[in-house]
């Protein structure tokens, strides 16, 4: 049997068309990939080269020797590289007394140390308990004393009354507030100041 010998030509044409085959088969397939499969778009990617990490949200409670002391949550949370520091967002804390009873506070902003979990509120602090609404703009807590203090500008309120002071103390194992500095207020004859503690 015998064959017939291909010319330059006849060759070159052929591998033309493989190669058209090749390239028609590489987009059929990158297509099919494509449009056929559950794509994941990340849109709006933003780096933070101090954070180590970053949460959209955040809930965390600590207690001592099996006693909750606090609850917080955050709408956003940063973790600093090498700084045991937490920047917080949209800060919402529940501290527990040694009464059981509890107090709410709030906050725009707040930082949180991981090892010794001290930590300042800022930006339209506001704490409530017991009828009572204690303003703010900057707020600690000391975790070894269990105590939440303030150097700067309070307002403590009630229904009627009100009481202003430039520091402030609140010790949450004994129930017990102290306000200093140019403490001065209103008062209602049915104010609940008198009658108990904050």
Known sequence: MRFKRLNHAKIRL???????FIIVCLFAIYFYEKFSADTLLIKNIKVDSNAALLLSSMHQTATKNGVKEWTIDATSAKLLKNKNKVIMENVSIVFFMKNLKKIYLSSKHGTLDTK???????????VRHAGYTLETEILHYDPKRHMIYSTTHVRIKDHDSMIDGDSLKIDLNKNRTILNGNVKGRFSENSDFFKKNL
């Open 116 to 126: 010794t979990h001290d930590m300042t509120f800022t930006d339209n602090v506001t």
């Open 14 to 20: 052929l591998l033309i068309l493989v190669l058209i």
